[in-house]
Each structure stands twice: as structure tokens, then as C-alpha cells.
């Protein structure tokens, strides 16, 4: 959006007032791939029907299935993958933009990489090959954007992402991410800096730093503690308010890490550590390692460092293979661990992933039944969890008047991520405060919900 904006183009929300309409797509899991599918389709009627005249897909159902979505609907005009970002303007129609200096825009190469051993010896196994892909290209991206990339911020601007890294060199059986995306590479340090300068002198209090594996950041540039140098040195800029990353890796949580966010005020004391199951029968299966123990000891350790942490994670529950004994001890280790927050998919089967070919598959209505019993129990920590907070002060960024209803404003605490976790519900302020969306208010929680909560301003 921000290299169209850049090259002239007016950017509509209103797909039935655009001449060129672009779908940003998602590859990663069955039910997302046809969502994309869905609204090319429904979109393209506005080529047959309305006013657009081109019709772009991009993203990463491209780099899944190139020829084929060209050639099986014939109203798309163009696509563009997640690595030829500034093939965006001729799809539109634009001539190529220019960086002031005269160089060709944007899109690095990755030229600082010193190459990272782990990814390295992925490539050698096969680990980012598409040759068995049909309709896809071989060549992976391997760009990255800069600070002087052209960019227009989808969030509120008092809250903005900063994508710090790209690519995975994981082997998880259940995930493509690495073949869409490409091996890991980081985004040089004084450019996210600079970028998060740029991004809080137009108005962003909260920086939320993201990447397929952020816990991963600047091992290929040579940097040791590369994401508790980026975090602590975010920290410095002055009107920074919290500062966070979302997406940890188990393993690569290090003491060093937990040491940066327990001593920086600003650096919000959040973790979320995608650990996608417990039972090491199953993790085993996913390529993941670890297990419950492993997980406890680790917890209990961020828990020690970071008394006032809250943790988010993430389950894929119905895994090829996942026995009855299996998902108990997954359930069991919910219990014991006591998330603040979590999230549990049911497994989806992805061509073109390992477990593809795994056996032992569980019937859909199987898997559905095993996550909604998860969610259950989930709701019950979360419950109880939610009660203590009663009574307690926290700082609030508020986000604006409330969809449900003109009474109530709603906003976050530093517990709450963007987008993801619950939602504070604020239904009283003192007389005379004016409410402003992106303004930070002290708050005293009066109410709690299963998952969201109820405060008063201070
Ligand atoms: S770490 Fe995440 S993105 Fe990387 S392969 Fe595993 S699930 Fe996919």
C-alpha cells in the first residue's frame, strides 16, 4: 500500500469504488487458502459487474500456486508473490518509483546475511524445495523491507507492527510457512531503529515487533541476543510506551531475554511462545521436540525472572497420530500451566507439508470435539485468572469507542497484545476527562468476564 500510495494511487477501503482491486492472500492452512480463493471470486465480480478495471493477487497463496490461479480465473490481471513487492506497481498499472538517491527502490536482498548454520543445513535436507509444488515457482523470496520502504500503517497509528524478520528454518511437519516464505533473515538493527524513530514521531506509543520467529532475531547478522538488544534499545526512544514481540520459539527463550523485559519498564511483560502441544509422542511427530516437563521447567522459569508475565500459546490439537493419551496429557499440562491467554486450532492436513503423509489421521469431527474441550478448560483458567485482576491498577491504552455499544470505550493493558487477546471494557471515567482514542489513562479493574474485562478510569 505504501509503494501504490507512493507511485500516486488513491487507496479505498470500498472494494466497488477501486479501479484496481488487490487481494492479499493466505496460504498457510486449507480453510485460509480458501477464504483467499472465495474473495478473488467475489471480487472479481466487480471486475465483471462494477467499475475495476484490474484485478492483482498477491501474497503468499502466489507463491503457492502461481500458474494456476492465472490460468484458472482468467479475470485476475496480475500476480505478485511476498518477494517482488515493487512488481506491485506495474500490476497496477504505475510506473517504478525511484528512491531519492536514484537507486531502484526498497527491497534488500538480505545483503548483510552471514548465513545461519540452522538454516543453512535445512536447505541442504530440502527443507524450502517446491519442486513437488505444482503451479509454483522454484526461486523463494528472499527480500526485505527497510525504513525507507514506502509503508502505510493498517493499525491505529497509536499502535504499529514492526516486522523485524522473514523466513523460518524450522522443521515443524504440520507448516509450509518456510517454503512460502523463505529461510530466516533479519532486517538490519539501525533500520528497525530507524523505522521505530520514524513510526513514533508520526504518533505510535506501542511497537509490536513481529517476524515468522522473532526469538531467532539477528543470528544470521552475527548479533548474540539479538532480540534483547533490539528490544532494550526500542526501550531508549523517549515517547515509546511499551514495546513488545509477538511469536517466541520454546528453546530459543534465553535468560538474557527475560532479563531484558524484567528490567525495562517499557518493555511489556508479555510472552507469547507458540508451543503447539505437549506430549513428546506427539511433538516428536511434529519435529518440535520437548515436552511437558520441559515446558513446566521453562515456564516456571520466565514466571521467577518475570513475576509479572503474562504468557500467551498456541495448540494444534488432533495431530496425525494424537492418541486419546496424548491430548489428556496436553489437557493436563493447560492445567498445570495456567496460560493467561490461549489459542487452540484443530489440526488441518496441508499438502505440500510432512505430516501430509503421516498416518494415523483423526476424523474432523474427532479433532473439533478435542479443541472445543480444550477451549473449555482454558476458560475456567482464564476465568479465574480474570477474577484476581479485580480490585488492581493497571495502565490502559485506550482504543476507542466500543463496537457494541455507544456506553461503553474499550481499550488494553500491557496483558493484552493487539488484535489477539481479550478486550478491557471502560464504563467509567472521572468528570472531565475527555476520551481520546491512543491516549494512556491509569484504570482500576471493577469487573471481569471469562475472557474480558470491566474498569473504571482513574
Ligand atoms: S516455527 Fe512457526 S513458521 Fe516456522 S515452521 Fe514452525 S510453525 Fe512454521
Known amino acids: 500500500m505504501g509503494l501504490l500510495a507512493r507511485a500516486g494511487a488513491e487507496i479505498t477501503h470500498d472494494a466497488s469504488d477501486a479501479d484496481v482491486i488487490v487481494v492479499n492472500t493466505c496460504s498457510f492452512i486449507e480453510s485460509a487458502q480458501q477464504e483467499s480463493v472465495n474473495t478473488i471470486l ?35 490481471d496480475a500476480v505478485v508473490g511476498t518477494g517482488e513487492l515493487e512488481a506491485i506497481l506495474s500490476a497496477a498499472g504505475l510506473a517504478p518509483l525511484a528512491a531519492p538517491n536514484g537507486s531502484p527502490f526498497v527491497i534488500l536482498q538480505g545483503q548483510d546475511k552471514q548465513g545461519r548454520a540452522e538454516g543453512d543445513a535445512r536447505a541442504a535436507q530440502g527443507r524450502f524445495s517446491r519442486t513437488e509444488w505444482d503451479g509454483a515457482i522454484a526461486d523463494l523470496p528472499n527480500y526485505l523491507y527497510d525504513e525507507t520502504t514506502p509503508r502505510l500503517l493498517t493499525t491505529p497509528k497509536h499502535s504499529a507492527y514492526i516486522q523485524i524478520a522473514e523466513g523460518c528454518d524450522h522443521p515443524c511437519t504440520f507448516c509450509i510457512i518456510p517454503q512460502l516464505r523463505g529461510q530466516f533473515r533479519s532486517r538490519r538493527f539501525e533500520s528497525v531503529v530507524a523505522e521505530a524513530e520514524q513510526l513514533v514521531v508520526a504518533g505510535s506509543r506501542e511497537l509490536t515487533l513481529i517476524g515468522q520467529d522473532t526469538t531467532c532475531y539477528g543470528e544470521d547478522l552475527g548479533l548474540k541476543d539479538g532480540l534483547a538488544l533490539l528490544l532494550e534499545r526500542l526501550a531508549q526512544i523517549e515517547d515509546v510506551r511499551w514495546v513488545r514481540f509477538l511469536y517466541a520459539y520454546p528453546n530459543k527463550v534465553t535468560t538474557r531475554l527475560l532479563e531484558a523485559i524484567a528490567s525495562h519498564e517499557k518493555i511489556c511483560s508479555y510472552m507469547d511462545v507458540p508451543l503447539q502441544h505437549a506430549a513428546p509422542n506427539v511433538l516428536k511427530r511434529m519435529r518440535r521436540g520437548a515436552g511437558t516437563d520441559i515446558f513446566l521447567r521453562s515456564i516456571e522459569k520466565m514466571r521467577r525472572i518475570v513475576p509479572d508475565i503474562t504468557l500467551r500459546t498456541t495448540f494444534i490439537v488432533g495431530f496425525p497420530g494424537e492418541t486419546e493419551h496424548d491430548f489428556e496429557e496436553l489437557c493436563g499440562f493447560v492445567r498445570e500451566a495456567e496460560f493467561d491467554w490461549l489459542g487452540a486450532f484443530g489440526y488441518s492436513d496441508q499438502e505440500g507439508a510432512k505430516a501430509h503423509a503421516l498416518d494415523a489421521k483423526l476424523p474432523s469431527r474427532e479433532i473439533e470435539q478435542r479443541r472445543k474441550h480444550l477451549m473449555q478448560i482454558q476458560r475456567q483458567i482464564s476465568k479465574k485468572k480474570k477474577r484476581a485482576l479485580v480490585g488492581k491498577e493497571f495502565d490502559l491504552l485506550l482504543e476507542g469507542p466500543s463496537e457494541e455499544t455507544d456506553l461503553l470505550w474499550e481499550g488494553r493493558t500491557a496483558m493484552h497484545a493487539p488484535e489477539i487477546d481479550g478486550t478491557v471494557f471502560v464504563n467509567d471515567a472521572p468528570d472531565g476527562i475527555e476520551l481520546r482514542a491512543g491516549d494512556f489513562h491509569r484504570c482500576r479493574i471493577t469487573k471481569a468476564h471469562d475472557y474480558d474485562l470491566q474498569a473504571s478510569i482513574l
Open 42 to 76: 467475489e471480487m472479481a465480480r466487480h471486475k465483471t459487474e462494477g467499475r475495476a478495471q484490474k484485478l492483482v493477487v498477491a501474497g503468499c497463496l502466489v507463491e503457492r500456486y502461481r500458474n494456476e490461479i492465472q490460468k484458472d480465473i482468467p479475470e485476475v
